[in-house]
C-alpha cells in the first residue's frame, strides 16, 4: 500500500512537470488505475487531472477553463462543455 502511494506520487510529480506531453495522459491513467486496483481514495491533485462527466484527461489550464466563484473552483471541460465544481483548498 505504502509503494502505491509512493508510485502515485512520482507519476503526479511527472505529470504536472509537463501536463502536455503525449506521456503525461497515459502516466495519469496509470496513477487513477493504481488508485482503482487498491482501493484508495484519489488524491486532489488526480481528481483535477480528468473531467467528471466525459472522463477525458484534461490538465486545468490546457483542457478546461477554470473560475472562482463563492469560495468554490468552477471547471469547465473543453471537450464536453460540462461545468463542475470542487471546494477550494
Known sequence: ???????IETLLKEVYSDPLSPLAEKQAELAKRITMKFNMDQPYELKLLFCKKCKSYTPPVFGKTIRVRNGKLVFTCKVCGSKYRFVFK
Open 1 to 7: 500500500m505504502k509503494e502505491a502511494k509512493k508510485a
